[in-house]
């Protein structure tokens, strides 16, 4: 199973917002775009067995690579 891992971007209000780091590393959990609205596609992120980010826009965040198949 391929998991997308993710970070906030540097420039994220979101990651402030929320009091998450922004090097803290997550999981995408869901991507999908919302059929009204038109505001991009969404994502659900898990930060920790504790902490999930629900349908937060996706140009808050940016993908990391995996560096066991190479960046």
């Known amino acids: 199973m391929?998991?997308?891992k993710v970070r906030f971007k540097a420039a994220?209000?979101?990651s402030r917002q929320?009091?998450?780091p922004r090097d803290?590393?997550?999981a995408v959990i869901c991507r999908?775009?919302?059929l009204r609205g038109g505001a991009g596609e969404k994502l659900d992120v898990q930060f920790g067995p504790h902490?999930?980010?629900w349908g937060a826009p996706?140009?808050?965040f940016e993908k990391i690579e995996d560096e066991a198949h190479g960046a």
Do not use: W
Request: aromatic letters at 10%; proline letters at 5%.
């Open 32 to 34: 999908y775009r919302l």
């Open 18 to 20: 929320l009091k998450i």
């Open 12 to 14: 994220s209000p979101l």
């Open 24 to 26: 803290a590393q997550g």
């Open 51 to 53: 902490l999930v980010v």
């Open 2 to 4: 391929f998991l997308e």
């Open 58 to 60: 996706d140009d808050q």
